[in-house]
Structures are given as C-alpha cells and as structure tokens.
C-alpha cells in the first residue's frame, strides 16, 4: 500500500513539473519569436509591430490580449511589454494555476 501511495505522489509531481514546463517552454519560444520580430522592425510603425506580436501570438496559440501590448520606440531601441495568463493543469481535475507570463523585452533594431 505504502509503494502505490509513493508512486501516485510520484506521478502527480512529475506531472505538475512536466505542465509547468510546457507553460514555460512555450512562453520562452514566444518571448524569442517577438525579439526577432522586433530585432528586424527598423522600417516598422509601433503600430505595425504591435500587429506583428499579436498575430505571432496567434500562430504559437498564446492568449494574449492585443490590449496589453505596448510598443515604444527610442531611437534605434524598441520596447515591447505584454502579458498574458496561461492556466496550468498541476492536478489533473484537481488543481489548476494561474500563471501569469510578462513579456519584457528591450531591443537594439538592426537597420536595414
């Protein structure tokens, strides 16, 4: 009895790890597709960058609300801040976390 109850626990810890690393994963493939874009937006309007972030956003599946993106452009830098909400299962049908993932990214644009 004591060896099923270990391995129950087992399982649900290495579950919680295993979700909590996709979340991560996915917001860190994210985060990276967003500094190329932005890397490459010399010849872009904040406007149109911000555009672009939403619609990487929609390609990776991350729910992310246009309304909090924020682009700022100070010379040859780009600003990009947002925020989304990522629900992790770390119990199946029991527990659900959520995670909240800030984007934060500060880049040099390479003119082109």
Known sequence: MSTIIKLIFTALVLNACVQAGRSSWNFYQ???????ATLFSSKETPEQ?????????????VP???ATVTI???ATQARVKGSYTDDVQLVPGAYTYRWTHEL???VRRVPY
Request: no cysteine; aromatic share 6%; proline share 0%.
């Open 49 to 61: 960058l911000k555009a672009r972030v939403v619609d990487i956003a929609g390609e990776q599946q």
């Open 30 to 36: 994210f985060q990276d597709a967003v500094q190329q």
């Open 72 to 74: 700022e452009y100070m």
């Open 64 to 66: 992310l609300d246009a």
């Open 104 to 106: 934060d990214l500060d």
